[in-house]
């Protein structure tokens, strides 16, 4: 009973921590920015779409701020919730207007090409970028579920815990949508036999 | 006991840095090709974080802090929503109710006529329960009654004088 209680007291306290961060929105902005921007981006492929939709993010994180239970980190409720935001705009018309432009996809090229060029010689980094544009553009050809798994796991460095949280779907769903990307990505890279 | 190579579940462990199963552990120490396709995506992968937080750090400055009228708006909005929503089922409501009552007060109308009825009403009934009067006493009066049979003098007496009038 004393550590059921514990348990709830440090609940409370994570809840409290992260309502105060909720509740400086210049403060929570700045510090997930970055993340949500490439998580969306690579969800949806389109740049200024991206922009629209973690701005919206952040708005819709702020308004309902009093109801995040704590069960999570910020991160996780965070990425939850753009991903929603994410499933609303490709079920709507609006993404398939912007799917059919694509004036400001995003271009993999160009993320490949932030990659450091002091540390390594101009093959090897050749090589880095070549390897990373290719890994983009397969996760390009996945589905929103695989792609949404891979970039949780690999690059947000989520556990499956959390994955299972943001995505809304049980551990062993989530577990198959990563095993079907990792498949689909050894295959393309030419590893898988 | 043969152990096959990775497989994805094996391998998506793996990249993730999870390094609890022995075996895997103990086959990637003896297969150079599964190492080797380990480094490989490792590295690929690795390198693509890397290269997209990059990417996604100098880009971010376009997603503004949402200024305090946006944030109030979008609250106020949601009121604002509620507020009409709100509204909306008590213009409902008020309209069910009307409703209602048009109904009960046609249903209420006769009753209440009855009850203060007009003054010519008041005079036909009045009429018919005179007449109603009149036709009992006409039976009465051309009817022997059963009491009549045994009669005393002192009745057949008044009877004989009335008889007279």
Known sequence: MQMAM?????????????????DDIEDLVQTHRARLL??????????DLAASIVQDCFVKAWTNRHNFRGD???????????LNLVRDYQRTQKFRFWKQVRKTAADVTEIAGMLPSAASSPEEQL???ERAREVATILQTLSLNQRTAFVLRFQEEMDLGDIATTMGMPINTVKT????????VRARMGGRR | MNFGHLNDEQFANILAGDHSDLRVRHHLES?????????????????????????????????????????NWNSTASWGATLAGVLLFGVAIGAHMQIGQQNTAVAVRPAHMLSAPSQDELAKDNDLMLSI??????????????????????TVHRSDVSEVF
């Not at chain 1, 999570?72 to 753009?82: D, E, F, K, R, Y």
């Open chain 1, 177 to 184: 949508h990563l095993h079907r990307a990792v498949r689909t």
């Open chain 2, 31 to 71: 297969c150079a090709k599964c190492q080797k396709e380990l480094n490989s995506l490792g590295a690929a992968i690795g390198d693509l974080n890397y290269a997209s937080l990059r990417w996604a750090e100098q880009r971010a400055v376009r997603v503004a802090v949402p200024s305090r009228w946006m944030l």
């Open chain 1, 127 to 129: 090589l880095a970028r």
């Open chain 1, 38 to 47: 490439r998580f969306v981006t690579f969800s949806l492929g389109d740049e």
């Open chain 1, 6 to 22: 514990s348990t709830d007291v440090l609940r409370l306290t994570s809840r409290e921590r992260a309502l105060t961060e909720l």
């Open chain 1, 72 to 82: 999570c980190s910020v991160q996780t409720w965070l990425h939850s919730i753009a």
């Open chain 2, 133 to 154: 009067n009149n036709e009992l006493t006409e039976q009465v009066g051309g009817q022997v009654p059963v009491s009549d049979l045994n009669v005393s003098s002192h």
